[in-house]
RNA sequence: GCGAGUGUAACCAAGAGGCCAAAGGUGACCGACUCAAGAUCGGUUCUCGUAGGAGUUCGCAGGUUCGAUUCCUGCCACUCGCACCA
């Protein structure tokens, strides 16, 4: 091939661009977008590829058109992941070294340092910076930081100051997942089996018998008023257990789990369950209750023992009716207390006998207490003695009173079974203490959130809805860890600030972080962040000029105008950067607008390092070249889409950008001067340069490359076409190439800086001035003449196609003078129904008769099948036919290698001739 | 299960009441140029049709309307999130 290599050009174009994108503050007007900076643990793919260029298409085009643009990117370091991967590597774990050896490409010496965890985060840093550079990333890179650097932990200390004044951190005791054998609380990816498993908060109501507590645990402590008896397993063995120093009775596995619940538990020793059954006990709002046998009863849910409430819970019911059908306990009768529409007044027992279930053995009885509780829950009401209220209310209500008054405490449970570490031991439920929280909860800061979100500009629109969602149900957010890598809360430096937590307002950071990075950590007290972010005067503040500069560079950043990030943090970092915004930055330094990725898939399935599907974006560079990855990512799909990465579509990525770069470095041969097809190709240009313009504006950049890159491209190809044999076209050319170089140059920049070069440009296309339309250079008539020339084109070539003939003449007959009018009057009618009327007032016209109504019955049609907007055209002036059709019978020659005539149809008596409409000609083929 | 969103021809994807048999791209097929090509250029790509036409389509089933890919209802399928994890 000619063209030139494209690693070559990226070579050479990357020196040129090493410090071109550091910007300062400036007089004019600015655009700062961020990015969700990468925890840089492992190798980018190329779906972190897009994350980054996406943005960069939108920065670059702000940048040529004179905005001073700030793109900056650090690394998240915080949190625990790199502390596992590197214990995993130390101790030489297959799984992990084949990935960071084989997939990732770690050289072996390199490696061997990764069992130090902070060795990975700056290789891969380093990694980072280097593909991101050699993607064409326009970032600037004096403003990189991590987030354990001692100045941006003296920052996260200042906002954490902030946050706690507001009110917003509080401490509190919180149920975790927790390994007993790790002693640590586990994430979902810490989790052998049962990652989905919820926590759920159970009431312990305690019965008395004799001296002991016996707690049945219930998620519907307001059915107390319904207990007819308690079920106890005769199955298992019971403990007698001291809690807290009272005598309580439970399953073996509930003492276990209790003793993580902030209670002190001593095991006294055992009690059949067939000990219990038949015994009396009592609770003050329900009296005496017998205990009954149940298999159903399971000792490893919760306290191992339950109240029966039969009138309501299914279980109950026809655990209850198995023992009456053997003839026991026939004296118990359910009692109801609760109404709820669809059912009468025993629920369960309705539910039970619709389902015709036998015992309660039957699989079913799962769905149905599912469909009970679900019932009553959404519309059931107490009955009038016990309160009358909603059972939604009831259930708390009746919570706290025994809470308050009977001594119940709270349990926590998973609702599935089975939640096992990795180490390969049960986790259970562990209240932690001294846990600090973000009261996200709070409804009024809340509704600062919600009132922040309305006056923000949100890419795509329909993630609106996704937010205001989020922050209604957002709750507190434990925001303290004892592992990983962080910063410590500044009151209470046991705990470490939680990653998610430490990644919300660094956006600031970025404004300065240059600046402190050549500041010792120790001067940046919560005094001098206040002054540079606030504007707070403290005295003694220390090196007052260079906080002043930083103030002012601070002032002319923010707030950001847009944030980038891909659409599964809407629910976490999105939502939680703007409560944070708004409990520390005033109204003007507020964020403005966000735009919400779509995910990448990888021939078609997900992407993903730990099963291997992932192609790196390094690789892919090597193979394809850096532009074509670019115009792939930000070309297949617009930026809020999923995308596909598929080798055989990016291939002919690569072939459309060499096409592009040959056409332009061709057009520089047009020698002609400029006619009538070069001022068509110019007014077309006008409307891609605005519809290129107005979809980067809106961040769609599939648009914008439809528009630019097959927007022209179509018009040249017809353009060539239409040249005369043997022409290389006009020196227009070069002026059309100058404009499509740079529109296409935020998305292949290194192909564009290459051809802004080569078009004689001094400076970099990344900085040229954005084309902008001229409204003297459209031209509608000259577009409206070549539109009717090419669905001419187009009908003969249709014509040729079904009747197989080789044609020895081509007529073109165009629409008599009276036609034309009769087209004009249909056109502009508003009402179709009297056009023939008013048409008919013309002497002229009916004399021509049934030929005026055929007329105007085939321009009706034919209106309707036209763009309203050529309509219009044709209303406003109908073009001259006949001199356009003479004017490219050459053309149409040459096109259908037979001569072409062009005739006014009224002087015609061909019968096809008749046919003859405006803006539709009619075709003789002969 | 709950919340948000999506479903268009072989594939990706535009269209948001009549401009729609539905842009653009990809792939496939046919030609041209070539010793040859995965390179380039032109054409075709729902079905039927010897005159620019007709017929059937836009997840499925209903409904509103003179008219629906576009609006409403229900169903089905897929994607993301459901928390202490980046």
Redesign the pocket.
């Given at each position: 091939?000619s063209s030139p290599d494209m690693r070559q050009i990226e070579r050479d174009i990357l020196p040129l661009w090493e410090h071109a994108f550091e910007p300062d503050p400036t007089d004019g007007e600015k655009f700062y977008l961020t990015v969700a900076y990468p925890?840089p643990?492992g190798a980018m793919h190329v779906g972190h590829g897009r994350t980054y260029i996406a943005p960069d298409v939108i920065a670059r085009f702000w940048r040529m058109r004179g905005r001073t643009v700030l793109y900056p990117m650090a690394f998240?370091v915080?949190?625990?992941?790199v502390i596992g991967i590197s214990k995993r590597i130390a101790r030489g774990d297959p799984k992990a070294v084949s990935l960071y050896r084989d997939l990732y490409k770690v050289p072996d010496d390199v490696l061997a340092q990764f069992v130090d965890p902070l060795a990975i985060v700056r290789h891969f840093s380093e990694e980072y910076q280097r593909v991101m550079s050699s993607c064409g990333i326009s970032i600037d890179w004096r403003r990189r930081f991590t987030t354990v650097d001692p100045q941006y932990s003296k920052f996260i200390e200042w906002q954490w100051k902030h946050l706690r004044e507001g009110n917003h951190v509080l401490k509190g005791a919180?149920p975790?997942?927790y390994c007993p054998q790790c002693d640590n609380?586990?994430?979902?990816?810490?989790l052998l089996e049962g990652d989905?498993a919820?926590i759920l908060k159970f009431t312990l109501v305690m019965f008395r018998w004799n001296d002991t507590f016996i707690p049945t645990a219930t998620l519907r402590p307001e059915t107390i008023y319904g207990v007819t008896n308690l079920w106890v397993n005769p199955e298992v063995t019971y403990v007698r257990i001291l809690l807290d120093g009272a005598p309580w009775i439970v399953s073996r596995e509930a003492a276990e789990k209790l003793s993580f619940q902030d209670h002190t538990v001593e095991i006294t020793g055992e009690i059949p369950g067939t000990d219990l059954i038949d015994q009396t006990v009592s609770h003050p709002l329900c009296g005496d209750v017998p205990v009954l046998p149940a298999r159903f009863v399971d000792p490893d849910m919760a306290s191992g023992i339950v109240m029966s409430v039969p009138a309501h819970a299914p279980f109950d019911y026809i655990a209850l009716r198995d023992l009456q059908t053997e003839g026991k306990y026939t004296g118990i009768e359910p009692v109801p207390l609760i109404t709820v529409p669809g059912y009468g007044t025993v629920p369960a027992k309705e539910a039970v006998e619709r389902a015709g279930v036998a015992n309660q053995d039957d699989p079913r009885m799962e769905a149905l207490t599912q469909e009970v509780y679900g019932a009553e829950f959404a519309h059931g009401r107490l009955f009038d003695r016990y309160g009358g209220s909603s059972v939604r209310e009831a259930r708390d209500s009746v919570a706290s009173l025994m809470m308050d008054q009977y001594g119940s405490v709270p349990m926590y449970e998973f609702d599935t079974r089975s939640v096992v570490c990795r180490c390969g031991s049960n986790v259970v439920v562990k209240i932690l203490h001294d846990q600090w929280f973000l009261q996200?909860s709070d409804p009024a800061w809340k509704a600062q959130v919600t009132g922040l979100i309305g006056r923000m500009d949100l890419v795509p629109p329909?993630?609106r809805?996704?937010f205001e969602?989020t922050v209604d149900?957002?709750?507190?957010?434990?925001?303290t860890?004892r592992v990983?890598l962080g910063t410590r809360l500044p009151w209470d430096p046991d705990w470490l600030i939680?990653?998610?937590s430490d990644s919300t307002v660094y956006m600031a950071y970025y404004t300065i972080a240059h600046h402190l990075a050549t500041v010792s950590a120790d001067l940046l007290t919560p005094e001098v962040f206040d002054y540079i972010y606030l504007g707070k005067e403290a005295s003694g503040l220390p090196e007052r000029e260079k906080l002043d500069l930083m103030r002012k560079e601070f002032l002319f950043w923010y707030p950001y105008d847009f944030r980038f990030s891909a659409?599964?943090?809407?629910?976490?970092?999105l939502t939680f950067q703007l409560f944070h915004h708004v409990a520390i930055f005033p109204e003007p330094c507020l964020p403005r607008g966000m735009v919400v990725f779509g995910?990448g898939l990888l021939n078609g399935a997900?992407m993903s390092s730990s099963k291997g599907n992932v192609f790196l974006l390094e690789d892919a560079v090597d193979e394809f070249g850096a532009d074509t990855v670019r115009m792939f990512l930000v070309g297949?799909?617009?930026p809020w889409?999923?995308?596909?990465w598929r080798n055989?579509?990016v291939?002919?990525t690569r072939?459309?950008i060499?096409?592009f770069m040959?056409?332009v470095l061709e057009c520089q041969a047009g020698q002609e001067s400029a006619g009538n097809l070069d001022r068509w190709l110019q007014s077309r240009l006008q409307g891609h340069i605005a519809r290129t313009t107005e979809a980067l504006e809106r961040f769609q950049t599939?648009?914008a490359l439809?528009e630019a890159f097959?927007g022209i491209?179509?018009d040249l190809?017809w353009y060539?076409?239409r040249l005369p044999a043997g022409s290389a076209g006009s020196l227009y050319l070069k002026e059309l190439c100058s404009v499509w170089v740079r529109l296409l140059a935020p998305v292949i920049p290194f192909t564009c800086e290459y051809l802004w070069k080569e078009l004689g440009g001094d400076d970099l296309v990344s900085y040229a001035p954005w084309p902008v339309t001229g409204p003297a250079a459209v031209d509608s008539r000259l577009e409206l003449a070549e539109d009717l020339l090419a669905r001419?084109v187009?009908?003969i070539?249709?014509?040729l196609?079904?009747?197989?003939?080789v044609p020895s003449a081509i007529a073109i007959y165009t629409a008599p003078s009276w036609k034309k009018r009769v087209f004009s009057a249909v056109a502009a009618a508003e009402n179709k129904n009297t056009v023939v009327r008013e048409i008919m007032k013309d002497e002229e016209m009916r004399k021509r008769g049934k030929e005026v109504t055929d007329t105007v019955r085939q321009c009706t049609t034919l209106i309707?099948?036209?763009?309203?907007?050529i309509i219009q055209q044709l209303i406003d002036d109908l073009p001259d036919e006949g001199a356009i059709f003479s004017a490219a019978a050459g053309f149409l020659s040459k096109e259908f290698s037979v001569p072409v005539s062009v005739r006014d149809a009224g002087e015609s008596s061909h019968a096809?001739a008749a046919?003859?409409l405006p803006f539709?000609?009619?075709?003789?083929?002969?």
């Open positions: 091939m925890y643990s998240h915080t949190g625990a992941p919180h975790v997942r609380p586990v994430g979902d990816h810490d989905k919820e996200y329909e993630v809805a996704e969602r149900w957002l709750k507190d957010w434990a925001c860890r990983g939680e990653p998610l659409k599964d943090l809407i629910s976490n970092h995910m997900k297949s799909a617009e889409q999923d995308f596909d055989e579509l291939s002919s072939k459309q060499d096409r040959n056409t599939r648009q439809q097959f491209e179509s190809k060539r076409r001419t187009e009908d070539e249709s014509i196609k079904i009747i197989q003939i309707h099948r036209l763009p309203p907007q096809k046919l003859a539709k000609p009619a075709i003789v083929i002969e």
